[in-house]
C-alpha cells in the first residue's frame, strides 16, 4: 500500500500541482517570504491552517468511499470545503487542482467513486478518493493532504527566489513530524482553521498579469 | 490492492492516439524569439475561415503572446487561453500538461464544433517537446538568426518534431547563414520527416506551413471516420 501513498505525494504525478504556488509568489512580492526561515515560517503557518483544513477533508472523503450514498457524502464534503474556502480564488485554485487529480487518479487507479464526485471536485476530495481508490486508508489520504500543503509551495519558492534547492528540501524535510502531527489530528474531525493572509494574498494575485504560478 | 487493478486495465480509451472526434491538436514549439507566436497568429489568419479554430499560449510570465493574437484581432477573445506554468514551460507541455488539458477542454466545451487547435509554448530550449498525451502533431520553430548550427545541434524539437519550421530566412545574408547547410543538416537528422525553410515576414500567410496543417487536419479526418 506505500507505493500508492508515495504515488500520491510525489510531485512528478502529473495532476497540474506545479502550477500553482500556494500564495508563496504573493508572499514573495509582498516580501513577506524572502529566505529560508521566512519560508519555514510561511510553510508551517500554511501546513497548521489549510494544510490541517486539506487533511481532514482528504481523510473524510476516503471514509466516504464506503458511504451507502457515496454521491450524497462526497457532495455534503464539497460543500464544507467550500464553507472552510471563503476565497473565491482559492476555491478555483483547488477545484482546478482536483480536477487534475481526478484525470490522473481516475486513470491509475479505476474506481466506482470517482464517478461519484462532483465535476471539479476541491483537491482533498479527489485527493481521498484516489486514496480509497489505490487502496489506502483515511489516515494517508490525511498524511498526503498534509505534506502536499507544504511540499508544492517550497518548491515554487525555490524557483522564484533561486533558493538552494538541498536547503529547501532541508526545510521541507524538518517539517516532517509537524505534517505528520497535522495528519493524526485532522483525521478523524473536519478542522476549519483558517487564515485571512493566504485568503488575502490568493485575492491580490488572482488580478495580477504578471505572474508565473496560476495561484 | 482492489481486484480490477491489473495491466488488462491499462487499454487507454482516452489515449490521444485512440481519441475518436474532436479537433486536431498541433504543438507549436521552440526558443524564444524563433517566431512561434507570429506563426500562430499567420496560421489564424491564413486558416481562420476554413476551420473552426483556437489557441493556447503559454507565456512565462505575462499574457503577451494572448495579448497579441488579441490586439491583432486574429481570433476572438473566447478562442484564445492563456495557461500559467508554474516557471516551468517545458514541465506545462510535457511532464505535467494538467493546465495546458484544462485549457484545450474548456476550449472543446465552448466551442462543440472546435477542428483544430494551436498550442503554442513558452518559448524554450533546443531539448523542449511536447508530450503525445498533449497534441497529436507538434511543429517546432527555429530562426536562421539563432545560426546555421541549430539543426545540427538537434535536440528532440528539431529531430522528432512532425514538421521543422526554420523562419526568418530572410535575414540569412545578413547573419552569414548558410540555408542550404541547415537544410542538409535537417534532413540528416530528421529521418525523412518534413522541413520548411520561410519567412514569416516576407509570407505573412505562411502558405507551406498552413499546407502541412491543411494535410493533418485531413489525414486526421480520415483516421475518425476509418
Redo the contacts between chains.
Keep these: 500500500m506505500t507505493a500508492a501513498l508515495l504515488t500520491l505525494a510525489d510531485s ?1 504525478l ?8 500556494g500564495g508563496v509568489e504573493q508572499a514573495i512580492a509582498a516580501e513577506l517570504l524572502t529566505d529560508p526561515a521566512s519560508l519555514a515560517l510561511f510553510l508551517r503557518r500554511r501546513l497548521t491552517t489549510s494544510g490541517a483544513v486539506a487533511a481532514g477533508l482528504a481523510a473524510a472523503a476516503c471514509r466516504a468511499v464506503d458511504d451507502t450514498d457515496v454521491v450524497a457524502a462526497l457532495a455534503a464534503l464539497d460543500a464544507e470545503a467550500d464553507a472552510r474556502t471563503p476565497a473565491p480564488a482559492l476555491r478555483a485554485a483547488s477545484r ?1 487542482q482536483g ?2 487529480l481526478v ?2 487518479g481516475g ?1 491509475a ?3 466506482p467513486a470517482w464517478a461519484a464526485l462532483p465535476v471539479q471536485p476541491h483537491h482533498p476530495l479527489a485527493l481521498g478518493v484516489a486514496a480509497a ?1 489505490g ?1 489506502l486508508a483515511p489516515r494517508d489520504a490525511a498524511a498526503a493532504a498534509a505534506y502536499l500543503s507544504v511540499s508544492g509551495p517550497a518548491t ?1 519558492a525555490q ?2 527566489l533561486a533558493m538552494d534547492p538541498i536547503t529547501v528540501a532541508a526545510v521541507t524535510a524538518r517539517l516532517g513530524p509537524e505534517v505528520d502531527a497535522v495528519a493524526a489530528a485532522a483525521v478523524d474531525g473536519l478542522p476549519a482553521a483558517a487564515d485571512p493572509l493566504l485568503d488575502l494574498l490568493a485575492e491580490v494575485h488572482t488580478v495580477r ?6 495561484s | 490492492m482492489p481486484p480490477d487493478h491489473n495491466l488488462d486495465d491499462y487499454v487507454d480509451p482516452y489515449d490521444p492516439g485512440h481519441r475518436h472526434g474532436g479537433p486536431l491538436r498541433v504543438g507549436l514549439g521552440g526558443p524564444v524569439g524563433s517566431g512561434k507566436t507570429a506563426l500562430a497568429a499567420a496560421l489564424c489568419r491564413t486558416l481562420g475561415a476554413e476551420y473552426d479554430l483556437a489557441v493556447v499560449t503559454n507565456d512565462i510570465y505575462t499574457t503577451e503572446d494572448a495579448d497579441f493574437l488579441r490586439r491583432n484581432a486574429v481570433l476572438p477573445d473566447d478562442r484564445i487561453e492563456a495557461v500559467q506554468t508554474g516557471c516551468c514551460p517545458h514541465t506545462a507541455i510535457r511532464d505535467d500538461i494538467t493546465a495546458n488539458l484544462d485549457a484545450v477542454e474548456l476550449l472543446e466545451s465552448r466551442h462543440p464544433g472546435l477542428e483544430l487547435v494551436l498550442v503554442e509554448s513558452g518559448g524554450d530550449n533546443l531539448t523542449a517537446s511536447f508530450s503525445y498525451g498533449l497534441v497529436d502533431v507538434q511543429v517546432f520553430v527555429v530562426d536562421v538568426a539563432g545560426g546555421d548550427k541549430v539543426p545540427r545541434k538537434g535536440g528532440p524539437g528539431v529531430t522528432a518534431s512532425d514538421l521543422l519550421v526554420v523562419n526568418k530566412t530572410d535575414l540569412a545574408p545578413l547573419v552569414g547563414a548558410d540555408l542550404g547547410v541547415m537544410r542538409r543538416d535537417a534532413d540528416a537528422v530528421r529521418g525523412g520527416k518534413p522541413t520548411l525553410l520561410i519567412s514569416l515576414r516576407e509570407d505573412p500567410a505562411a502558405t507551406e506551413v498552413a499546407a502541412w496543417v491543411r494535410g493533418e487536419v485531413r489525414a486526421r479526418a480520415l483516421q475518425s471516420t476509418s
Design positions: 512528478r502529473p495532476a497540474g500541482g506545479h502550477t500553482h504556488s482546478q480536477r487534475g484525470r490522473v486513470r487507479w479505476p474506481h481508490a487502496g515554487a524557483r522564484l498579469t504578471d505572474r508565473f504560478f496560476a
